[in-house]
């Protein structure tokens, strides 16, 4: 087993995780979306299997919600383990939100952050509650 073959074993097993939270990209009424760093957020779970290693690449299967996708990621030798789960992350999250979007899953994101922010004020209207019970 060459160098490069271990390094890219030791990728998937240590720096690649078997699943990963994804923020789902906010919808807005003007059509456009983003991540949202302040209030309720959406997330989905992603479950993350290795189907293929290659010399500098691994064949992933991403399967979250309904929806199981298979993607080839690249794992540059030159690059360190934190940029590379950067990069993967960053792939994945926006493979994740392009389902979404070319699904027509617009409407479904929209209720799920309105119900977070439903339930974030119900939380928040206990704490302040509380506080001027006592």
Do not use: W
Request: hydrophobic share 35%; with cysteine.
């Amino acid at each position: 087993m060459t160098f490069i073959q271990k390094y890219v074993d030791y990728i998937l097993e240590n720096v690649i995780q078997g699943s990963i939270r994804v923020q789902l990209y906010r919808p807005f009424k003007d059509g456009s979306r983003m991540i949202t760093k302040i209030g309720p957020t959406v997330h989905c779970q992603v479950k993350i299997e290795v189907l293929e290693k290659y010399t500098r690449s691994a064949k992933l299967k991403l399967t979250f919600d309904k929806y199981e996708i298979e993607e080839l990621f690249f794992i540059p030798f030159s690059s360190n383990p934190e940029s590379i789960e950067g990069k993967t992350r960053t792939k994945i999250e926006k493979i994740v939100n392009q389902t979404f979007i070319d699904d027509n899953r617009t409407e479904d994101i929209k209720q799920m952050y309105e119900q977070q922010h439903k339930l974030l004020g119900e939380a928040l209207s206990k704490i302040v509650g509380k506080k001027k019970d006592n």
